[in-house]
């Protein structure tokens, strides 16, 4: 069971005239059915994620209006399902997030841009780039400029984005080449509202079916000799066609300023944090209003040469506003001033840091220099003041703490079925010694952080077991790769399993398998437990193990000879497992799968079921756990073989005793790691467990009634 996105199907449904609330991404997807989208598909990730999830589950609104969504294997096959632009007049859309995703696209994007596209081919990336990204800092950009396409990077503002997509569609058709569509964090969550428009039917759809294909067009083959054409029409024509439809059509915005002498060119997503700066400096005002003129590049590839030029000449000094590295942007600007001698002072990377995200304090510390050098005075003073309180607060602060805060990295999910596997890896490795780790990309990353720190290294989704190797060989013990099922299927089993089969390398696979791609948000694979399953009771499902069986089948398909599933929360057993594993004397690959559904799906899935229960007046079993504070030692061993964040410390009661005991704290979810922690590591007996029972029998409500008397009246008065 998915998150339900049913509110905002409704917003895809609005019609001519009617006003849109919310988000951004909402937006975007709201454009691109006004757009007449023929096909949309894409790969989850943070944070487009919701673009597919609400096209996903709006698939009978896509069948009413013809439109084809397929939640694609990975972003290589988002990318690839774009080849449908090559020779038909079909409009599509791709998502996912950069710069992994594009990463993993890159091969269908290099074959899609060369022969070019005849239908609008838009790919929406979301560019996780910052403070809040969850991949490494890279640029699309990149990719932008080696495969000549678009780069649309809108102004963040519902009506702007919403044009923008409507523009890229038109922009790929008129050059036919693909556009991409970056969307920063921000962008995406954006809020705000913009008068709808009537979707569009596409022409050709899964309702109005093409007759025959195409006929046959060695053009539109990415081979050689014709990819040599095809360079050629990149600069000569498609580049040029680009240029001219993004003047004509005022795709980049010019915003006038008092200072005629002076101006900012920049990279249209960062224009609300621009001009947030701008205002402490006295620069702007609250409406948007720059008292610099603005040079806005909803599109950031190819630039306008002659727009740009145009925007520098007469003026003392104009900076970049560019995020991130290498500075593309400002160093083709400074070549196409050089070679028509615009003596403008530029500046950009010079007054502005390198890397990191460009926040409003960043900029304003940018523009403070740019200000110091051409508006001396009142601006100056003012940004100084504000970034001085900001530092002074800070410090404040920083003054009443006797030490720095303590780091809380991100962890697991309270309950989550993936910690009780470390903690069993945390055993077997006392056992039989340190092993090299290939962690991977998903939840289980967050087995990277104490209390557990395992992990060499991250390749990329799925890619662990590619990523050991060049180790395993070199190693007396086996080292150990891990990777959800959601890694599996985008990439691990071609890039890891294959070949470690093919190689007959002796290496030892953990697969996650918790049924979603968790990570992500939850969504679903091919491997995701039926709708029986779903239906389950909550009891039934907790001992229920091979619910879907198709990562097991796959593997044996493939060759695979050692294979055991295990329950993850069995820590005694995957413990055992994970020893046999690693001093098997097969000399194959040897895969366990640990089963365990994703914590926070099961809540989901088992929350209407129990209220239903609860409002039948039908009995239900809580389950929670406990610490004896009078048994604890206070050694803490428990702590660090689980990491739960509900399983932490308070004073010891005992007047006696210094050091502070382990107590469980509300949001314990009752998932029984404490007890099986405890058994499998010989710990303390301090750990109980204790049954939370709502709408008792009769029965049992006597039983407790006789037994509370009975301990009352054991107790000394
Ligand atoms: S989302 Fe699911 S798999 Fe991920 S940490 Fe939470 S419970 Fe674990
Ligand atoms: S039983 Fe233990 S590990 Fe599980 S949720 Fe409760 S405190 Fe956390």
Same mark, same amino acid.
């Given at each position: 069971?998915?998150?339900? +996105?049913a509110?905002?199907?409704e917003s895809?449904?609005? @019609?001519q005239?009617?006003?849109?609330?919310?988000?951004?991404?909402?937006?975007?997807?709201?454009?691109?059915?006004?757009?007449g989208?023929?096909y949309?598909?894409?790969y989850?990730g943070?944070? $487009?994620s919701?673009l597919?999830?609400?096209?996903?589950?709006?698939?009978?609104?896509?069948?009413?209006?013809g439109?084809?969504?397929?939640?694609?294997a990975n972003?290589?096959s988002?990318?690839?399902?774009?080849g449908?632009?090559?020779?038909y007049p079909?409009?599509?859309?791709?998502?996912?997030k950069?710069?992994?995703?594009?990463n993993v696209?890159s091969?269908?994007?290099?074959?899609l841009?060369?022969?070019?596209? /005849?239908g609008?081919a838009?790919?929406? #990336?979301g560019?996780?780039?910052?403070?809040?990204?969850?991949?490494?800092?890279?640029r699309?950009?990149?990719?932008a400029?080696k495969s000549?396409?678009?780069?649309?990077?809108p102004?963040p503002?519902?009506? $702007?984005?919403v044009r923008?997509?409507?523009e890229?569609?038109?922009?790929?058709e008129?050059?036919?080449m693909?556009?991409?569509?970056e969307?920063?964090?921000?962008?995406c969550?954006?809020?705000?509202?913009?008068?709808?428009k009537?979707?569009v039917?596409?022409?050709v759809s899964?309702?109005?079916?093409?007759?025959?294909?195409a006929?046959?067009d060695?053009?539109?083959?990415?081979h050689?000799?014709v990819?040599?054409?095809?360079e050629?029409?990149?600069?000569?024509e498609?580049?040029?066609?680009a240029r001219?439809y993004?003047?004509?059509?005022?795709?980049?915005?010019?915003?006038?300023?008092?200072?005629?002498?002076?101006?900012?060119? $920049?990279?249209?997503?960062?224009?609300?944090?621009? #001009?947030r700066?701008?205002?402490?400096l006295g620069?702007?005002?609250?409406?948007?209003?720059?008292?610099?003129?603005?040079? &806005?590049?909803n599109?950031?590839?190819?630039?306008?040469p002659?727009?740009?030029?145009d925007?520098?000449?007469g003026k003392r000094?104009?900076?970049?506003?560019?995020?991130?590295?290498?500075e593309?942007i400002?160093q083709e600007?400074?070549t196409?001033?050089?070679?028509?001698?615009?003596?403008?002072?530029l500046?950009?990377?010079d007054?502005l840091p390198?890397?990191g995200e460009?926040?409003?304090e960043?900029?304003? !510390?940018?523009?403070?220099?740019f200000?110091a050098s051409?508006?001396?005075?009142?601006a100056v003073?003012?940004?100084?003041?504000?970034?001085?309180g900001?530092?002074?607060? @800070?410090d404040?602060?920083a003054?009443?703490?006797h /030490?720095?805060l303590p780091? @809380?990295?991100?962890?697991?999910?309270?309950g989550?079925?993936?910690?009780?596997?470390f903690s069993?890896?945390?055993?077997?490795?006392?056992d039989?010694?340190? &092993?090299h780790?290939?962690a991977?990309?998903?939840?289980?990353?967050?087995?990277? +952080?104490?209390?557990f720190?395992m992990?060499?290294?991250?390749?990329?989704y799925?890619?662990?077991l590619?990523?050991?190797?060049?180790v395993?060989?070199?190693m007396?013990?086996r080292?150990?790769?891990?990777?959800?099922?959601?890694?599996f299927?985008?990439?691990?089993l071609?890039?890891?399993?294959?070949?470690?089969l093919?190689?007959?390398?002796d290496a030892?696979?953990?697969?996650?398998?918790?049924?979603?791609?968790?990570?992500t948000g939850t !969504?679903?694979?091919i491997?995701?437990p039926?709708s029986?399953?779903a239906?389950?009771?909550?009891?039934r &499902?907790a001992?229920?193990t091979?619910?879907?069986?198709?990562?097991?089948?796959?593997?044996?398909?493939l060759?695979?000879?050692w294979?055991?599933?295990?329950?993850?929360?069995?820590?005694d057993?995957?413990?055992?497992?994970?020893?046999d594993?690693f001093?098997s004397?097969?000399?194959?690959l040897k $895969?366990?799968?640990a089963?365990g559904?994703?914590?926070?799906?099961?809540?989901?899935?088992?929350?209407?079921?129990?209220?239903?229960?609860?409002k039948k007046g039908?009995?239900?079993?809580?389950?929670?756990y406990g610490?004896?504070?009078?048994?604890?030692?206070?050694?803490?061993?428990c702590?660090r073989?689980?990491?739960?964040?509900t399983?932490t410390?308070?004073d010891n009661?005992?007047?006696?005793?210094?050091?502070p005991?382990?107590t &469980?704290?509300d949001?314990?979810?009752?998932?029984g790691?404490?007890?099986?922690?405890?058994?499998a590591?010989?710990?303390?007996p301090s750990f109980y467990?204790?049954e939370v029972?709502?709408?008792?029998?009769w029965?049992?409500?006597?039983f407790e009634?006789?037994r509370?008397a009975?301990?009352?009246?054991?107790?000394?008065a």
């Amino acid at each position: 069971m998915e998150v339900s +996105f049913a509110r905002e199907i409704e917003s895809l449904r609005l @019609r001519q005239g009617q006003t849109f609330h919310g988000e951004g991404i909402l937006a975007i997807t709201k454009a691109l059915l006004q757009s007449g989208v023929a096909y949309v598909g894409g790969y989850q990730g943070a944070p $487009v994620s919701h673009l597919l999830d609400v096209m996903v589950q709006a698939k009978p609104y896509m069948d009413e209006l013809g439109v084809h969504v397929e939640a694609c294997a990975n972003e290589a096959s988002a990318a690839a399902m774009l080849g449908a632009s090559i020779h038909y007049p079909l409009r599509g859309a791709v998502t996912w997030k950069s710069i992994v995703g594009t990463n993993v696209a890159s091969d269908a994007l290099s074959n899609l841009s060369s022969p070019g596209v /005849k239908g609008g081919a838009l790919i929406v #990336v979301g560019e996780d780039y910052g403070e809040g990204a969850s991949v490494i800092q890279e640029r699309t950009h990149a990719y932008a400029l080696k495969s000549s396409m678009c780069l649309l990077d809108p102004r963040p503002d519902l009506g $702007v984005m919403v044009r923008m997509v409507e523009e890229g569609f038109r922009l790929s058709e008129t050059s036919n080449m693909p556009c991409l569509l970056e969307l920063r964090i921000r962008a995406c969550h954006v809020r705000g509202s913009f008068e709808a428009k009537d979707n569009v039917a596409p022409a050709v759809s899964t309702r109005a079916l093409m007759e025959n294909p195409a006929g046959f067009d060695y053009m539109k083959l990415a081979h050689p000799p014709v990819t040599f054409r095809q360079e050629k029409l990149k600069g000569e024509e498609r580049i040029p066609a680009a240029r001219n439809y993004i003047a004509e059509q005022g795709l980049n915005e010019l915003m006038p300023g008092k200072h005629a002498d002076l101006g900012i060119i $920049v990279q249209g997503g960062l224009y609300n944090s621009l #001009v947030r700066s701008l205002q402490q400096l006295g620069l702007a005002d609250a409406f948007g209003e720059s008292d610099i003129p603005l040079l &806005v590049l909803n599109v950031t590839y190819p630039l306008v040469p002659e727009q740009v030029a145009d925007f520098c000449i007469g003026k003392r000094g104009v900076i970049v506003v560019e995020e991130g590295q290498p500075e593309y942007i400002e160093q083709e600007i400074a070549t196409l001033l050089r070679r028509r001698d615009i003596q403008t002072r530029l500046h950009g990377k010079d007054m502005l840091p390198a890397a990191g995200e460009y926040s409003v304090e960043v900029l304003a !510390q940018g523009l403070t220099h740019f200000a110091a050098s051409y508006l001396p005075g009142p601006a100056v003073e003012a940004a100084k003041r504000w970034l001085d309180g900001n530092r002074q607060r @800070r410090d404040a602060v920083a003054a009443q703490l006797h /030490k720095p805060l303590p780091i @809380r990295p991100p962890s697991f999910c309270i309950g989550c079925p993936e910690r009780p596997v470390f903690s069993a890896l945390k055993m077997t490795q006392q056992d039989i010694g340190p &092993v090299h780790i290939a962690a991977d990309i998903g939840c289980h990353a967050f087995g990277t +952080f104490e209390p557990f720190s395992m992990g060499h290294s991250i390749l990329g989704y799925g890619m662990s077991l590619a990523s050991r190797a060049g180790v395993s060989p070199m190693m007396q013990r086996r080292t150990l790769s891990i990777m959800g099922d959601g890694g599996f299927w985008h990439n691990g089993l071609l890039t890891g399993v294959q070949s470690a089969l093919f190689n007959n390398d002796d290496a030892v696979l953990l697969i996650f398998k918790n049924g979603y791609s968790s990570a992500t948000g939850t !969504q679903n694979l091919i491997s995701t437990p039926g709708s029986a399953f779903a239906e389950m009771s909550a009891s039934r &499902v907790a001992s229920q193990t091979h619910t879907n069986t198709t990562i097991e089948s796959t593997l044996q398909g493939l060759g695979v000879q050692w294979l055991r599933t295990v329950h993850t929360y069995h820590v005694d057993q995957m413990k055992a497992t994970l020893k046999d594993a690693f001093t098997s004397d097969y000399d194959g690959l040897k $895969v366990i799968v640990a089963e365990g559904e994703c914590q926070l799906e099961r809540q989901r899935r088992i929350k209407p079921w129990i209220a239903n229960l609860l409002k039948k007046g039908e009995r239900v079993v809580r389950v929670k756990y406990g610490v004896d504070e009078d048994v604890c030692n206070g050694d803490h061993a428990c702590i660090r073989l689980s990491g739960c964040p509900t399983l932490t410390i308070k004073d010891n009661p005992d007047p006696l005793k210094v050091d502070p005991v382990a107590t &469980v704290i509300d949001g314990c979810v009752g998932c029984g790691l404490c007890g099986e922690n405890a058994h499998a590591a010989t710990l303390c007996p301090s750990f109980y467990r204790a049954e939370v029972i709502q709408n008792p029998k009769w029965y049992e409500r006597l039983f407790e009634g006789v037994r509370g008397a009975l301990v009352r009246a054991l107790q000394p008065a």
